[in-house]
């Protein structure tokens, strides 16, 4: 059996398959359950119920959205441009999916362990802009245009301190791979001595993903829904997908830059028990229940403050942290020579 | 074998779609083409073993060189019956340019020659199998070719500080918010408690619940409360007053905002 997985083509083939599936079908299942996890936390920090008549505690109320947006009516506004409006939502869904293909869940167990893992991160996350940007600009209508010029500046603002977040941590791992990046974690993780990084790295991340309290590409109270604003049914549907797809998947990149990936708190029994899988998704959640949190608690973001925080704060203070790691790790000699 | 077809298949939709860029209408479809282009010459890279600079290639190219040209693009005023009407008049000189070009091409193939041991010191891929990419070109870039990498990050340097002191307007007119000084406002700077007589009003208090020090009344003619504000209520009530607000002496500006 082994013999036919992993020494022959179509094996191989099949093999490749099964683990996408293994990765894709709880992620989907997990961005499902996330839309309603995100109402019932919501609706219990602000004393209400949620969701709570299909099936027990409402955990139907998933798929009943999920069929309501099938059933619905894929509308293409007049003037807008056919091929471009119904290319974008399955972009930006396509996008949220294939940057899973370098996550590693344990040691070793990601579907491609490649060299430049978080290189390819960062150029899949960069790409994001491109959904937002062309559904805004073929829906043919201002406030979905706006919307698209609006995501297009931030995310290339916040793009910035992230690539430098990242450099940081780099200097620390020696390594561009994923797996040798949560290893080099072994012993601390680099939230404790990089704390200002990681709350940099979060925030960024908001903002990379849309999320309040830099939600203004959608900014519902003045641009009705920004750049989706024409999108209906399964188009709509591959959007919101999408969206909650990327927090997944920025929740994903804190926990490996910051937080250890799969690996326990301290390598002690009753922590080893559990696998590392379970341990990196016990963090995604953690991180997905602040983004929610964060979007309960905060008022959103003016334009010109939001750049103001991206340029001016964000970008001085994660060079200057960037230098301030280089030396040190110069000065102690700790830092990790040539990587192999 | 596969790897040839996959080349292939890159190198043609490269192709077709940098001929697109040019040929396109909408100059949009011809952003989209040139992303496509780029997406294709990173995955060339790939098949050459060359994966950080085809990572590099879609980060800084498609992810921020073409945004901005997508973002600009979207946003011009492109009339397409008025771009057909210049094909006549700028048709000789685009050709005279595109022949130059053509003759200089055709000049440089004539005359190509390669080193003769290209195939000792040029390596596209790391010569060792256990050195990564990242770090083969960290050794040659940080080592053998330091200044001539600094120099063109200086270039790149002066470009952008060049950019922004190009464009960077200071607009007088223009209402900027200064968040220090709103962080630095204080209750005692800004608020004046007054015991208000009852029935009495603010008016016979001045009027005017703030500092005099926090706020410039002599800059705003007319302003409620101020002195010559008085005086134009007092010959308004007379009837002998034409002019409602005389502008102090003194007068900063004359807005009335």
């Not at chain 1, 040691?107 to 430049?116: E, H, K, S």
């Not at chain 1, 680099?190 to 309040?212: D, G, K, Q, Y």
């Not at chain 2, 990173?42 to 600079?53: M, Y």
Request: glycine residues 8%; aromatic residues 12%.
């Amino acid at each position: 059996m082994a013999d036919f997985f992993f020494h022959t083509t179509l094996g191989q083939l099949l093999l490749i398959v099964l683990e996408s599936l293994a990765v894709l079908v709880p992620l989907l299942l997990g961005v499902a359950y996330l839309t309603l996890a995100e109402r019932k936390v919501m609706a219990a920090m602000q004393l209400r119920k949620g969701p709570n008549v299909n099936g027990p505690f409402g955990v139907l109320q998933a798929f009943a959205d999920a069929i309501k947006m099938l059933t619905k009516e894929t509308v293409i506004p007049s003037g807008a441009n056919r091929m471009l409006f119904l290319f974008a939502p399955f972009l930006t869904f396509s996008l949220a999916m294939i940057a899973w293909a370098v996550i590693p869940t344990g040691n070793g167990l990601a579907i491609a362990n490649i060299n430049v893992g978080i290189l390819y991160l960062l150029a899949i996350s960069s790409l994001g802009v491109y959904g937002m940007l062309i559904a805004g600009w073929a829906s043919n209508s201002k406030y979905a245009f706006l919307g698209g010029l609006r995501s297009a500046a931030q995310m290339v603002s916040y793009e910035v301190s992230i690539g430098l977040v990242i450099v940081s941590v780099l200097l620390a791992v020696g390594s561009l791979n994923l797996n040798d990046i949560v290893l080099a974690q072994r012993h601390v993780w680099f939230c404790l001595p990089m704390f200002p990084m990681f709350i940099v790295f979060f925030i960024s991340a908001l903002a990379e993903t849309n999320r309040a309290p830099f939600d203004l590409p959608e900014g519902e109270s003045e641009l009705v829904a920004g750049f989706f604003v024409e999108y209906s049914a399964l188009a709509f549907g591959l959007f919101f997908l999408g969206e909650y797809a990327n927090m997944f998947l920025m929740s994903g990149m804190v926990s490996i830059l910051f937080l250890g990936g799969w690996l326990p708190p301290l390598a002690i029994a009753p922590f080893t028990w559990i696998p590392g899988p379970l341990w990196l998704i016990a963090k995604i959640l953690f991180c997905l229940f602040v983004f929610i949190w964060v979007r309960a608690t905060f008022p959103r973001y003016r334009y010109d403050q939001l750049m103001r925080l991206g340029w001016k704060v964000f970008l001085p203070f994660s060079l200057a942290w960037m230098v301030l790691t280089a030396g040190f790790l110069m000065v102690t000699g700790l830092l990790p020579g040539g990587a192999g | 074998m596969m790897t040839q077809i996959v080349f292939y298949v890159f190198a043609a939709v490269l192709v077709l779609s940098a001929t697109m860029v040019v040929s396109a209408r909408n100059p949009v479809h011809s952003v989209l083409f040139l992303i496509l282009a780029f997406f294709n010459a990173a995955g060339l890279f790939l098949i050459a073993g060359a994966e950080f600079l085809a990572m590099t290639l879609v980060i800084v190219y498609v992810g921020a060189v073409a945004v901005l040209f997508l973002f600009v693009v979207m946003m011009l005023d492109v009339n397409f019956t008025h771009m057909r009407e210049g094909v006549q008049r700028y048709a000789p000189i685009g050709g005279v340019v595109g022949g130059v070009l053509l003759v200089e091409l055709l000049m440089a193939f004539m005359h190509w020659r390669s080193a003769t041991n290209i195939g000792q010191i040029a390596h596209l891929v790391p010569s060792s199998p256990t050195r990564t990419n990242t770090a083969a070109l960290g050794d040659v870039i940080y080592t053998h070719y330091i200044f001539l990498f600094q120099a063109c990050a200086l270039v790149l340097l002066v470009a952008m500080i060049g950019a922004i002191v190009l464009t960077l307007r200071e607009r007088p007119t223009g209402r900027r918010q200064n968040i220090d000084r709103q962080h630095d406002r204080m209750p005692a700077g800004s608020l004046e408690m007054l015991q208000v007589p009852l029935g009495a009003g603010v008016d016979a208090q001045g009027g005017f619940l703030r500092p005099h020090e926090s706020y410039d009344i002599a800059a705003v003619p007319g302003t409620y409360g101020t002195e010559a504000w008085r005086e134009a209520e007092a010959r308004e009530a007379d009837g002998t007053a034409l002019v409602i607000a005389t502008p102090a002496t003194g007068t900063k500006g004359e807005g009335n905002e």
